[in-house]
């Protein structure tokens, strides 16, 4: 069992009250904000709107006009192109992940890495899978119409409210729902290297209260895991609790995103991008990776204890500016979210530590 908070803790994390559990609960996934002034002033530099504006009304119709769409394979999907030939959307087949190109943005963790991502990616989730051909569906032209250009906090944007310095952020009710997070408590019996941090703290441990699924079963936090999520726990978070993408309580219990990293890997969710290649445990390493596209979910095989069972997870971000292919995850080295370089560089190129161990890759 992990240890208690102590009391500077419960002085500084401020208990949920039952009124605004039963309120979170019943929101529907957009919260409002107000941000602390001094939070902010020593939030990190993680997001920065750098240029290339939102299309504006006045022009929205000759885009609209000069777009075309094409099918591609390898995976199915279909692409929208503007009337330059640039990509402005690709879709695919059986995901729900869309990748849209809308202004730039900085994305950066400076107390941890050096690395920093520039990118005019905004990765998003449809409200449903699709398919060829879904562009002539109206919930996709209004989808579409409300997100095209649009500045609204996406994954990528939510992935980034969790890692070292982000300011709290709270709801209408006073809740905290992002900000700085843990990877887990400290384990007793590890050491520095080793196991120093325990896994299993999903998003409703972050949260500190209950969350009832789908299928009716509820899920209650543990006290000492709360501003803790491992792994698969903040990838839960940003797709899930934020992105509103469907959840299970476990591995094997229930329909949406299994718990765990090879949970995830192993499930029918979304699709495959990069297949498991070998027998278990001696998976390969792909041998290319240029089929990965931001927002997709890199699962890896670092601890030979595990046998069979792939145990890291990880959002790929696309580029860094050293043209180095970078992804964020919770790992208890920096001890929470990082793209940092604590405990293996961030990178599935190379021939660093995670690199070497990336195995394999799914889309949602």
Known sequence: MPATRTAGQSRTRKAVNVAAITALLAASGYFTVALRKDEQAKAPAVQAVTDKPALSSSNAGTQVKAQTWERLTGPARSVLRGSNGAVLATFTDGARTATLTGP????????????????????????????????????????????AGSEEDDLFAYAFQYVQGAPVKKDAQGIP????????????????????????????????????????????????????????GFVRTVFGFRGRY???????????????A??????????TVIPLAGNGPWY???????????????????DGRTKNRLDHIGIYLGNDTDGHKIFISSREEVNGPTIGDKGGTSRLDGNGYYATYFRTARRL
């Open 284 to 302: 390969t390493r792909p041998t290319s990776i240029d089929l990965l596209q931001p927002g997709d979910l890199v699962i890896f095989k670092l």
């Open 262 to 271: 090879n949970g995830i890997a192993r499930s029918h969710e979304g699709i």
């Open 177 to 232: 729902y992002a900000g700085d997070a843990n990877f887990g408590p400290i384990n007793p019996n590890g050491s520095e290297g080793n196991d120093l941090r325990d896994e299993q703290s999903d998003f409703y441990d972050y949260l500190g209260i209950p969350y009832t699924f789908r299928d009716g079963s509820t899920m209650k936090p543990q006290s000492g895991r709360y501003r803790d999520i491992d792994c698969s």
């Open 246 to 260: 469907p959840l299970a309580p476990t591995d094997d219990q229930g329909d949406g995103l299994p718990r765990t």
């Open 104 to 147: 730039s943005r900085t994305f950066a963790e400076p107390a941890n890495t050096k690395s920093r991502v520039v990118t005019e990616n905004w990765v998003r989730l449809l409200p449903q899978k699709w398919s060829a051909g879904a562009q002539q569906a109206q919930w996709f032209k209004d989808w579409y119409k409300k997100y």
